[in-house]
């Protein structure tokens, strides 16, 4: 079983910044793209940034140039640096893995959720 725990998440002032975690845990062989998404009240979720094996990067438009997705393969990490943060930032943000448990090319690609956190922008 593999899980995603996030962390991070918080109350900060329009303009601030946040740092936000993902790590995976249980039995993992690779992960394949990692991303973060969030949904804000009474609104779907939404994409807000993606980075894949190789390290390339794409991000929602409302998010470039603020936000900064990485990750550190060894620690089965995923970050989310948030700058200059915005009031319509706020929501809960979910991070999600495409994790393989089996070698070969074959093997099933689960598509994994973290459980959310929560980040607040005040104005």
């Known amino acids: 079983q593999v899980q995603l725990v996030e962390s991070g998440g918080g109350l900060v002032q329009a303009g601030g910044s946040l740092r936000l975690s993902c790590a995976a845990s249980?039995?993992?062989?690779?992960?394949?793209?990692m991303g973060w998404h969030r949904q804000a009240p009474g609104k779907q979720r939404e994409l807000v940034a993606i980075?894949?094996?190789?390290?390339?990067?794409n991000y929602a438009d409302p998010v470039k140039g603020r936000f900064t997705i990485s990750r550190d393969n060894a620690k089965k990490t995923v970050y989310l640096q948030m700058t200059s943060l915005k009031p319509e930032d706020a929501g809960v943000y979910y991070c999600?893995?495409?994790?393989?448990?089996?070698?070969?090319?074959?093997?099933?690609?689960?598509?994994?959720w973290g459980q959310g956190t929560q980040v607040t922008v005040s104005s």
């Open positions: 999600n893995m495409g994790v393989r448990t089996l070698p070969g090319i074959y093997s099933t690609l689960y598509n994994t």
């Open positions: 249980g039995s993992i062989f690779s992960i394949d793209s």
């Open positions: 980075i894949t094996s190789g390290g390339s990067t």
